[in-house]
């Protein structure tokens, strides 16, 4: 494992180099997590593929500070472009890209505009429409997000995201690195809310050329439908893979299952 430092305002990332391969995989999280969500991935991507992790602004180590802080607005370009900018840095000129959630859109962004540096898709727990339920719930964070601790908004809309028992590692892994967050920055990430129907509007219209896996829990009640479609209407580029008995972070709740089709659809791109 290499760690290589940020520069001035760059996000935080860590890398791990592959002795052979020279494929990139760069893991995209979601709001409210940090690169630890894929612990359960790492040990067996790195014996593939050179991988590349990313706590996106606010999150993980990616903490501003007085002087470094991100005085960039936060749209879903700005932070696909701290992507970008990662791997400028890294001279990588084309990755493969697995996102969950939130990161789902930031890739997919990324993707739009940089269709040549995004090899491949893998978008776990996807979120391609907001179906009523979602709808309310961003309704409610907007009328409450300058009253209520932001942790209280959190854990509520992980309760609703993901309410079955079998979700509590994922709901708590989450509500542990949203612990870690500022309030400030919480209603940064929120403000994004206001641009999300118009984006993913565009992106279930339009299909790119670049291969994509969508990686969804059967239990997503939220998102998955409305993937289902995508998919249906996609076919040229894009595959659905539903893990049984699972919900939105199917990354934790079922990692081997995860892990091994992610891996093979990869390697089958590479």
């Known amino acids: ?25 760069t893991f995209v999280h979601g709001a409210g997590g940090s690169s630890s969500i894929w612990f359960q991935q790492i040990r067996e991507f790195k014996k593939h593929f050179n991988v590349l992790l990313l706590d996106l602004r606010g999150h993980g180590n990616s903490k501003p500070t007085l002087k470094t802080a991100f005085k960039q607005k936060y749209t879903f370009e700005s932070l696909s472009g701290d992507i970008l900018e990662v791997l400028d840095h890294l001279h990588i000129k084309q990755s493969h890209f697995i996102g969950i959630s939130l990161g789902t859109i930031l890739i997919r962004q990324l993707a739009e505009m940089h269709p040549n540096r995004v090899k491949s ?85 339009i299909e790119l050329n670049i291969p994509t896996l969508y990686v969804m829990g059967e239990e997503d009640y939220m998102f998955l439908p409305s993937v289902r479609k995508v998919v249906e209407k996609h076919v040229n580029s894009a595959q659905l893979f539903v893990v049984s008995a699972c919900g939105h972070v199917v990354n934790v709740e079922q990692p081997q299952l995860f892990n091994t089709h992610v891996i093979a659809f990869i390697h089958d791109q590479s």
Request: net charge positive.
């Open 1 to 25: 494992m290499v760690f290589l430092p940020k520069f001035n305002q760059m996000i935080h990332y860590s890398i791990y180099s592959h002795a052979h391969s020279t494929q990139w995989v």
């Open 121 to 205: 898709m893998v978008l776990g727990g996807a979120i391609l429409k907001m179906n009523f339920r979602s709808q309310l719930l961003m309704r409610l964070g907007n009328l409450f997000k300058y009253v209520l601790p932001y942790l209280v908004l959190y854990r509520f809309f992980a309760f609703v995201i993901m309410p079955k028992k079998n979700h509590k590692e994922s709901r708590n892994l989450f509500i542990k690195e949203a612990k870690k967050l500022y309030q400030k920055e919480f209603i940064k990430w929120f403000k994004l809310t206001a641009q999300i129907n118009p984006i993913l509007k565009c992106f279930r219209q």
